[in-house]
């Protein structure tokens, strides 16, 4: 079958001749007549779809919806109106309703109105089961009490770059990681230091970028006291704090050539002076370097040290921007949503629907996990504990700056990387239209018969 229908109509031959019309395009109908039947019919029928006449003989169409939602919410609603409704019909679009037809209507009008609550209902479930399936299996890990999550993404993306932190976890190796701002270079460090011997040491994290240079040596190498105006007591930097741990730095393309010199001797010797001190200090700290700037083009153009970028990138490990990785966005959803859950104090952490998930897999991360994380606390913050949904996102869509990177193939064929293109444009013909098949062929300039085969030739998921 290709899904069940529920009809519910007090005109007996109306609804007769719907079902008739609906199984013989292959679903499974059930017709009843007034609100009791249909209270009981949903728990025995379970239908994907309900048509539901607005002027019933016990109810009102738009009440029996809501009680139905509530019984069965897993239901993409129909509200059958007359004309003179159509305010009310739209009305009951705004309450849960997925569409509104208006009598007579002619049946491919209905059909076509079915078919794409059908559709939208398959994606809820195609959510809701991919949630559930890649739900993360995480892994509490106590060191110097923090507490980390470690999950399991199922993109090959992310299983590739967390196969190679763990390779590199055991080592005493330097690491750079690369990847653009907000992609979750931060998570891979600190999931390396807790993967790693140090992981019951200090783990210590640093901008490079967000310090002034002036200060910049004195908050990594520390000072004693009298060094500078100011300096009246001795301190030590972070990688003195750091002993037996980890230091991050952050945005390492940003340290002032100095400081890029003295960094390249504690790596070459694992020892340094404080500023205004004489005395060498021995300190066994690990570094990782992350950074979203193209290094050898800094190289090239003079304002990073060559010696120290070969120095720094001993294993290099590429983060990859969530455009990506979407595969991930319900688990990360999750588990950003778990964890700003704990950190406000709520009791449980709300659910978000398929329509607000099917929208977070949709939308063009261009500031990636950081982005993601900003609008589900900004999203918690309004919704509290109730579902996250929809209208409460504020995702600040703009359709006409959706942009598709293409690189050159170096393990891939031309036409490869032209199915990926196609797949691309045709999801997001079908995110602008909210799923019509029949808009996204129409933005697409191309018959609903064409969208279909290319959608079949591409092996996506209908």
């Known amino acids: 079958m290709a899904g069940s229908v529920l009809i519910v109509d007090d005109e007996v031959q109306l609804a007769s001749s719907v079902e008739r019309l609906l199984r013989a395009e292959g679903y499974q109908t059930l017709g009843v007549h007034d609100g009791a039947s249909a209270r ?12 539901v006449d607005l002027k019933l003989p016990d109810t009102d169409g738009i009440v029996l919806m809501t009680e139905l939602r509530d019984l069965h919410p897993g239901a993409r609603y129909i509200i059958i109106t007359a004309y003179e409704s159509i305010r009310t019909a739209v009305d009951a679009m705004r309450r849960g309703a997925s569409n509104y037809i208006t009598k007579p209507f002619n049946p491919d009008e209905l059909i076509l109105a079915v078919e794409d609550a059908m559709q939208r209902r398959l994606k809820d479930e195609e959510l809701s089961l991919l949630r559930n399936a890649v739900r993360p299996s995480c ?13 399991n993404y199922p993109s090959r993306a992310m299983r590739s770059t967390f196969a190679q932190a763990r ?13 653009e701002s907000g992609s979750g270079k931060d998570f891979i460090a600190r999931y390396i230091h807790d993967h790693s011997n140090r992981s019951e040491g200090p783990f210590f994290t640093i901008n490079c970028a967000a310090i002034a240079a002036e200060l910049a040596e004195s908050e990594l190498f520390g000072h004693e006291p009298g060094a500078f105006t100011g300096a009246q ?24 050539p100095r400081l890029q010199a003295k960094l390249l001797t504690f790596l070459d010797t694992r020892s340094f002076t404080r500023v205004g001190g004489e005395r060498q200090i021995s300190v066994n700290a690990r570094i990782l370097a992350a950074t979203n700037r193209p290094l050898e083009k800094d190289v090239k153009a003079g304002r990073f040290r060559t010696d120290l970028y070969y120095r720094l990138n001993v294993f290099a490990i590429t983060v990859p921007p969530l455009r990506q990785r979407v595969e991930d966005i319900p688990v990360l959803s999750e588990q950003i949503l778990s964890q700003l859950s704990m950190e406000m104090g709520l009791p449980t952490a709300p659910s978000i629907d398929p329509a607000a998930m099917q929208a977070l897999v949709t939308h063009n991360w261009s500031g ?15 919704s509290g504990t109730g579902p996250m949904r929809l209208a409460s996102l504020m995702l600040g869509e703009n359709y006409e700056d959706w942009l598709f990177p293409v690189s050159f193939p170096t393990d891939r064929s031309i036409h490869e990387v032209a199915d990926d293109v196609k797949r691309s444009l045709i999801k997001e013909a079908l995110r602008r239209s909210g799923g019509s098949k029949k808009e996204a062929a129409r933005l697409l300039r191309v018959s609903r018969f064409a969208l279909a085969h290319q959608i079949k030739a591409l092996a996506m998921q209908e």
């Open 368 to 382: 990636n996990v950081r982005e993601l994380r900003n609008v589900i606390e900004r999203t918690l913050i309004l």
């Open 167 to 179: 390779s590199v976890a055991r080592s005493e190796s330097v690491v750079l990681m690369l990847g």
């Open 233 to 256: 007591g001795r301190k030590r930097g972070l990688l003195e704090l750091a002993q037996d741990g980890t230091l991050v730095l952050n945005e390492i393309g940003e340290l002032p």
């Open 40 to 51: 009981q019919a949903v728990r025995d029928f379970f239908p994907d779809v309900a048509l």
């Open 139 to 151: 892994m509490r890990k106590s060191g110097q009490g923090n507490v980390v999550l470690e999950c």
